[in-house]
């Protein structure tokens, strides 16, 4: 017999079932929007992290891609983090593995390895700090090393490297496909639509847009703008996460990392 469990008793099941387990459910900004709305917290990937290890549930659901829960992990090793798809990965992410890195390594011996924080923990665990899109320039900026590799994102890479000009930096050649799929004839056609709007930029889009009067913004920085300026649109490029945390720094070694339930 087939029982037919429409969306809304779905979603009923599911919060019941976290009650049942004690579970915190929270869900990445890209998810599907019926995901978003039975979650207790929704944000960016390493916010939530934070969140989660700041909650005194034992049991995180974690709607995001396999790294996202890999650093919920390092944060919150007593706990268990569960990872609804296992299947659910991050094409950039796998663009680089540990072999291949270390491998880059070995070439420029008198490098710092910075990875950006959208990365697998083994991946982590060959760098020598982490950084987000947020601080990565910072963190440059920070080390005294006068050779960079930049991980995974070429593009982030390209910003970090205008920054930092006093730095050699050599970029993995990862992207995100969806960033990269972005087109400049798109991007006028949105602003001819709504000319009033103001353009918004992940770091992570590509030195091709840096001509344009943008703001390069991360999810502190917008939540930061908003009671500043009123908008009638605003366009993002691709979609701003809208959680607001500033995530830090995290140093990746020593590192230890458990499987992801």
């Known amino acids: 017999m087939t029982i037919v469990i429409n969306e ?3 979603k009923e099941k599911i919060r019941q079932l976290a009650k049942e ?8 900004n ?5 995901v978003q709305e039975i979650a207790d917290i929704t944000g960016d990937s390493l ?3 934070i969140e989660a290890q700041k909650t005194d549930k034992k049991v995180i659901v974690f709607c995001g891609v396999h ?13 268990t983090i569960l990872l609804p798809r296992k299947d659910a990965g991050c ?3 796998d663009m680089v593995t540990p ?8 070439q420029h011996p008198d490098a710092t390895v910075v990875t950006y924080v959208n990365s697998s923990a083994a991946v982590k665990a060959e760098s020598d700090i982490c950084c987000t899109s947020s601080n990565a320039v910072s963190v440059a900026r920070s080390l005294d090393a006068r050779k960079l590799l930049l991980v995974p994102d070429r593009n982030l890479g390209h910003y970090i490297a205008q920054h930092v000009p006093e730095k050699e930096c050599i970029l993995w050649p990862g992207y995100c496909p969806t960033h990269d799929r972005l087109k400049i004839d798109e991007i006028q056609k949105a602003k001819d639509d709504h ?29 930061n703008l908003q009671p500043k300026i009123r908008l009638k649109h605003s366009l993002s490029v691709p979609k701003v996460a809208s959680s607001g945390v500033c995530a830090g720094t995290i140093r990746t070694k020593p590192l230890s990392c458990r499987a992801v339930a």
């Not at 890209?30 to 019926?34: I, L, Q, T």
């Not at 790294?67 to 706990?79: N, R």
């Not at 072999?99 to 070995?106: A, G, I, P, S």
């Open 8 to 10: 809304e008793q779905l």
């Open 21 to 28: 387990r004690d579970a915190l459910l929270i869900a990445h």
């Open 30 to 34: 890209y998810m599907r929007d019926e």
């Open 47 to 49: 916010g939530l992290s």
């Open 67 to 79: 790294f996202m829960a890999e650093s919920a992990a390092i944060l919150s090793p007593e706990k």
């Open 91 to 93: 094409p950039m992410a």
């Open 99 to 106: 072999e291949k890195l270390r491998e880059l390594k070995q």
């Open 195 to 223: 000319p009033d709007a103001l353009l918004w930029f992940t770091r992570s889009a590509g030195p091709r847009f840096w001509s344009w009067p943008i703001i390069s913004a991360q999810p502190a920085v917008c939540t």
